[in-house]
């Protein structure tokens, strides 16, 4: 969660002196502002214990204030006899359900200064942080509720549903097909319930003499599967109520899609019986089920008059209204697949003569042999297949044919004795190497324009270190007292690209490095774009051009301005991509907040040696499609050098030009004495064939994803001058 000051800067560090009393303000935006607030102080991100809290925020308009004391036990112990104690905070907005959303941490330092001798500290910090959220969750109940204490009451009976009397008819219904819960049945319905009997009223001069079964089915993925078996019912005669009985019950939840079939005799064919019924009109899914292939035979389509049992129990009451728990619905459905199905076979059974049992036998008989020999064939072949181990290893005696592709997302290795067999052999190490030199073809340089680089502010061009279009050293100059020195370069970049109109560019990488705090910004694809200069690090140094007017290019800044983080034992770095899709209709800016886990002897950016922009095809203009990524190769001596800082849009077809058009690198020094910053030639990569490009699918099979957050807005431009 971001957290910002009301200028837009993030909120990354909070200096305050023992003893103060601070007021703060908090305005939660978009769909949290439902939030109930807290301010946790502790001493690492870890720790259990919390140093400070504030709560109690009061809300005024859009704000939400309250007083932080800063002065508590802990902290008094925690400062000990230091001058000063460096301590991590987190807001916190505890949502209407109970929920917690947590900011990005923030430093804060707490220095000592001279309190009276009888200055006692205020209570202890919050004890118990449950009860902050009870509270949350209390203010949304309704005040009558509240007064009245809401109580939880076991859930546990049986309910009468009935189609009612009005307006009803007899006709011929096979079956019907509904939505179990809607209004066809009124009555007291639970989410979850146990079907338990359906009563119906027979209507038909000619007595029904044979015997009669309902069968339920339920829609799952696309189908119908039957779910409940009847028991039978027979010899019906004119006004005859028949109730057909389910044991031991059919597990039903609200807005399953049933239908309630009439089967007659033990073989269960499907029949039409003459019934009451309720005149509706019948529309898909009530009544009429065309839109599903193959389902259940159901002749009709007005809803029988039904009067229906259901039960239901261990369910949960609050404020009159029945909840369902887990263990019902858990122990609802068990078992009641096999014992419908056990109901079915048993009716069938029922009804079979004696000869076509004997008959069935000598069948089960013979299948019974042919499963044993097919066994014994099945149990010959899966000896004959190559085991896998138990750590998922093979090995084959002989080759391996396959008629698609093999994958292998861990890699392919070819032992040293292994050459290719004959002149049209697999994948050899020749043929490897004519791989990477292929991909090194694809490959275009770009050179600095060393007589176009301007600078500004605290910033020269450095003769040291410093080779006209191919690499250029700048110095940074130092700190004064109390202000750190800035400075901006802006590089021109060039290089051949042989297009017309479209463009085949892919990706580029540029060579840069600082040993100040130092932002990288360049300037992707088509359009203009303005340059800018003197500003604060946090500030746009490119923005769209012609007034932002609409075009399809990208501005991406790289932002490594904070110091090592040694809490965390790394260095947070920012990243931003200015792009504009049709469908949004204006500039956008998506921010992604990047952790590298680095050690206190990899410094940034001194350890920066490459950063790296690769796509996997061309986006939409029209809607955001992320085809892009954006990588940093660092050295020194971590096991990791490879990450992934940010997934962006990418390059669309229809390119002039090397495809990044400038470098800007802006500095801060905040020593007192000179540091530098460098940039070096780039490489431009091309498609292949089928705009294809194998470095941006190698780099992403190898590099570490060190992205933590992502953030889209809408562009709002930050200028802030130094």
Request: aromatic fraction near 6%.
């Amino acid at each position: 969660m971001a957290l910002r000051w009301p200028s837009g800067v993030p909120v990354t560090d909070v200096s305050l002196v023992l003893g103060d009393t601070v007021p703060v303000r908090i305005r939660v935006e978009h769909a949290l502002d439902n939030c109930t607030p807290a301010l946790a102080v502790k001493q690492t991100i870890g720790s259990p214990d919390l140093i400070m809290t504030v709560t109690g925020f009061v809300r005024e308009d859009d704000w939400q204030t309250a007083d932080w004391v800063v002065n508590t036990v802990p902290l008094q112990a925690a400062l000990d006899s230091a001058d000063s104690v460096a301590l991590v905070a987190e807001v916190v907005l505890v949502a209407p359900d109970g929920a917690q959303h947590t900011s990005r941490p923030i430093r804060v330092t707490v220095r000592r200064d001279i309190l009276p001798a009888d200055y006692a500290p205020p209570a202890e910090v919050l004890a118990d942080w449950s009860e902050l959220v009870a509270d949350a969750l209390a203010a949304q109940l309704p005040a009558a509720l509240k007064e009245a204490g809401v109580e939880l009451a076991a859930a546990t009976g049986q309910s009468t549903l009935s189609s009612g009397d009005a307006a009803d008819t007899w006709t011929i219904v096979g079956g019907y097909a509904m939505t179990w819960g809607d209004e066809i049945l009124a009555g007291h319905l639970p989410d979850s319930c146990r079907l338990k009997s359906i009563s119906t009223v027979y209507f038909f001069e000619t007595p029904a003499a044979n015997q009669y079964c309902l069968r339920v089915w339920r829609l799952t993925d696309g189908a119908y599967s039957l779910i409940g078996t009847s028991a039978y019912v027979s010899n019906l005669s004119s006004g005859q109520t028949a109730t057909w009985v389910f044991t031991p019950g059919v597990p039903l939840t609200r807005g399953d899609v049933i239908i309630i079939q009439v089967c007659e005799g033990t073989e269960m064919t499907p029949y039409a019986l003459g019934m009451h019924a309720v005149l509706t009109p019948s529309i898909h899914g009530r009544g009429l089920i065309t839109e599903v292939a193959n389902p259940p035979t159901v002749n009709g389509t007005m809803a029988p008059l039904m009067t229906v049992m259901v039960d239901y129990d261990d369910g949960i009451t609050l404020g009159g209204i029945e909840l369902a728990t887990a263990r019902q619905l858990d122990s609802l459905g068990r078992d009641v697949r096999q014992s419908s199905a056990t109901a079915e076979a048993a009716a069938r059974t029922a009804g079979q003569s004696a000869a076509a049992a004997s008959t069935s036998a000598d069948n089960a008989a013979t299948s019974a042999t042919s499963a044993a020999n097919s066994a014994t064939e099945a149990q010959q072949a899966l000896e004959a297949i190559p085991q896998v181990d138990a750590s998922g290893n093979m090995t084959l005696a002989g080759g391996l044919t396959a008629a698609g592709a093999i994958n292998a997302n861990g890699g392919v290795n070819i032992p040293l004795a292994v050459g290719a067999p004959t002149d049209t052999g697999a994948v050899n190490r020749f043929y490897t190497s004519g791989l990477a030199g292929a991909v090194s073809a694809l490959v275009q340089p770009i050179y600095l324009n060393s007589s176009s680089i301007t600078v500004a502010g605290s910033i020269s061009k450095s003769s040291n270190g410093t080779l006209a279009g191919l690499t250029q050293r700048f110095s940074v100059g130092a700190a004064s007292a109390g202000s750190n020195a800035y400075g901006s370069a802006v590089i021109p970049l060039i290089g051949p690209n042989g297009q017309f109109n479209y463009s085949s560019v892919c990706g580029f990488s540029l060579a840069v490095s600082a040993t100040a705090f130092a932002k990288f910004t360049f300037g992707i694809g088509r359009g203009p774009k303005t340059n800018r200069t003197g500003l604060t690090m946090d500030s746009y140094s490119m923005i769209p051009g012609n007034e932002l007017a609409v075009n399809h290019g990208e501005i991406v800044d790289v932002n490594i301005n904070t110091p090592y983080d040694t809490v965390r034992k790394g260095y947070e770095i920012r990243v931003r991509e200015i792009f504009y899709v049709s469908s949004v209709g204006h500039w956008q800016v998506k921010t992604t907040t990047v952790f590298l886990p680095v050690g206190h002897n990899e410094l940034m950016p001194n350890g920066l040696n490459r950063l790296i922009y690769m796509q996997s095809g061309l986006p939409s203009t029209a809607v955001r499609e992320e085809k892009a990524a954006l990588y940093m190769e660092l050295g020194g001596g971590s096991t990791n050098t490879l990450f992934k800082i940010a997934s962006l849009r990418g390059f669309i077809a229809f390119e002039a030009g090397t495809g990044v058009s400038t470098l800007i690198i802006d500095a801060r020094n905040e020593k007192t004495y000179a540091l530098s910053a460098d940039a070096g030639t780039g490489t431009r990569h091309l498609y292949a064939n089928g705009l294809t490009n194998p470095t941006y699918h190698a780099l992403e099979a190898m590099a570490v994803n060190a992205i933590e957050a992502e953030e889209t807005a809408d562009f709002v431009d930050i200028n802030i001058p130094l």
